[in-house]
């Protein structure tokens, strides 16, 4: 069973992300989207809520699994038996962050391979910071997340 990993913080997923997802799901037996826990990073929600808004968000995907982990991601998909790192690319921007980050968890596992897929155009605009900035602006986040995304940003805005 080929498995693919897709690692990434998700704060909060994007339609963006879910594009990825997909065409990794159709592409690869078994994909883990792998929530990362930074303690030295504080997240605009916590790694808890992105994990079950994930959940919620790819019930649509039976190949899928959501799970979260600290530490190397070459570590956690050695610890999963992955074989392949799955990584979004939206602009020539990320590509040049996601080639280094490659050829680092390269370096630190060979045998780990990176698959870039490229989100549709229009996704490619779209990331978790711009979302979050629409929504403490009291914007309309709902082009841009999956509905219980979108449901659950909105209440949680109300608090």
Do not use: C, W
């Not at 504080?42 to 790694?47: A, I, P, T, W």
Request: glycine share 6%; aromatic share 10%.
């Amino acid at each position: 069973m080929t498995i693919a990993i897709y690692p990434g913080s998700f704060d909060p997923i994007t339609n963006g992300h879910l594009d990825i997802l997909k065409s990794g799901s159709e592409i690869f037996e078994k994909v883990i989207i792998a929530v990362s826990y930074n303690v030295n990073k504080k997240g605009f929600l916590s790694v808890e809520e992105r994990v079950e808004l994930i959940k919620k968000s790819v019930k649509h995907l039976p190949n899928v699994e959501v799970d979260s982990f600290e530490g190397l991601t070459v570590e956690y998909a050695k610890m999963k038996k992955a074989d392949v790192l799955l990584r979004g690319l939206r602009t020539s921007f990320d590509f040049e962050y996601e080639l280094q980050l490659s050829q680092a968890n390269n370096a630190l596992n060979n045998d780990l391979k990176t698959i870039f897929l490229i989100t549709k155009p229009e996704y490619n605009f779209i990331s978790s910071s711009m979302v979050r900035e629409i929504l403490v602006n009291n914007g309309d986040i709902s082009k841009f997340v999956p509905k219980a995304v979108e449901e659950y940003l909105i209440s949680k805005r109300g608090i």
